[in-house]
């Protein structure tokens, strides 16, 4: 009897699990989110869940694409062209980035889109009388790992917009990242993983491909305060400042670190975020501010992982501070652990230091 009991209690909570879907907890988040901080108003709950199913359906979508692509046509490989940011476009970013457009169309709810590989904000005009949301996002987040049919992702934040933006130059979307309601990305690995935030803790779900729903898997997951990883492409060593250098020869020289480094930030970040330990893309000599944009990278990234009770910085500011000027503005990026995130800032300060000291001691 008491077995039947718990086994039927077993039976209730498996069912309530797979019953809680995106679309159910993101509405019970914004609930808790208004009551919390009183920062989004009621209408504004409705949308921001609303604009989160879309992004799940724009996952799915994005999923079902990469997992037959190695048997399509036209699936994989390079289009021939170059995107703003002067690097060769492949097809599965043009896909991708299409997608995203199409499942706001006729949504009532982003009127303009920003995107790593559009020059310019993408509007929806139909959606412009009552679309009060601009989404930013880099639709294939690892480019370099489609092919090979490795870990890629896709980064989303939304923001409020303000204004009308006559001129189409998107000027109010240059503010720092606190101005974002929401952020998250989704990875496309072993499992479709969705992870997002809208300022009330991080969540992650798991895409059951036999229900077609994402399904919770961990509420308001928390870094570890230090973890053993650190993230690089050390193939870089060269181009770095010496701080940079000094911080990798540290974890060279000492015992409980171990590297990882995928090619894909999303998939770096997930395993960070998970374990702990910090990723790193500072600037080099070909570009001083590293490569990873501020709008649709760093910043939903700085995003979760502050509400993860973690650290996310250029290795001098805060990087949920920096205002930028412009649209696809790069910033360098240290993130993860507070601890691991505080040790590189420790040795770019000391450096700092030691430069603003020389002249004088040279004196
Ligand atoms: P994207 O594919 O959107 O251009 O981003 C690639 C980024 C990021 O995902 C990754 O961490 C990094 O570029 C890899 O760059 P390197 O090859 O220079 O290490
Ligand atoms: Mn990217
Ligand atoms: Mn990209």
């Not at 101005?179 to 990875?187: E, F, N, T, V």
């Not at 479709?192 to 935030?197: D, I, L, M, P």
Request: hydrophobic letters at 35%; proline letters at 4%.
């Amino acid at each position: 009897m008491a077995q039947t009991d718990e086994q039927s209690l077993m039976h209730e909570q498996l069912l309530d699990r797979d019953c809680t879907t995106l679309s159910r907890h993101v509405l019970q988040q914004v609930v808790k989110t208004i009551s919390s901080n009183g920062s989004l108003l009621s209408p504004e709950a409705q949308d921001i869940s609303a604009i989160m199913n879309r992004l799940g359906l724009a996952g799915k979508l994005i999923a079902r694409r990469l997992s037959r692509a190695g048997l399509m046509e036209n699936a994989l490989g390079m289009t021939g062209g170059v995107n703003v940011q002067g690097e060769s476009v492949k097809k599965m970013d043009v896909f991708a980035n299409e997608v995203f457009i199409s499942v706001f169309k006729q949504s009532g709810l982003v009127c303009r889109l920003a995107s790593e590989e559009m020059d310019k904000p993408y509007y929806i005009p139909e959606n412009c009388p009552i679309g009060r949301y601009t989404l930013l996002y880099d639709p294939i987040d690892g480019s370099s790992n489609v092919d090979i049919n490795l870990n890629v992702g896709s980064i989303f934040s939304i923001r409020q917009q303000q204004g009308d933006d006559l001129d189409g130059e998107a000027n109010d979307l240059l503010q720092d990242g606190s101005k974002q309601l929401a952020a998250g990305y989704i990875l496309y690995g072993p499992s479709t993983v969705f992870v997002y935030s809208v300022g009330n803790g991080v969540h992650s779900f798991v895409l059951d491909p036999s229900l077609g729903e994402f399904i919770l898997a961990e509420e308001n997951i928390t870094i570890p305060e230090h973890g053993p990883v650190y993230s690089v492409n050390e193939g870089n060593f060269w181009q770095w400042d010496d701080s940079i250098r000094d911080y990798i020869r540290y974890v060279h020289r000492h015992e409980g670190y171990t590297a990882r480094y995928s090619g894909a930030l999303v998939g770096d970040f997930h395993r960070i975020l998970l374990q702990g330990g910090v990723f790193l893309y500072p600037g080099t000599v070909k570009k001083p501010e590293g490569k990873l944009r501020l709008l649709y990278e760093t910043a939903p990234l700085a995003f979760l992982i502050n509400q993860a009770g973690g650290r996310a910085s250029t290795g001098n500011q805060d990087l949920m501070k920096v205002v930028p000027e412009k649209l696809h503005q790069r910033t360098p990026l240290v993130i993860g652990s507070t601890e691991d995130v505080q040790l590189v800032e420790s040795f770019i300060q000391d450096r700092n230091r030691r430069t603003s000291e020389g002249p004088v001691a040279a004196r």
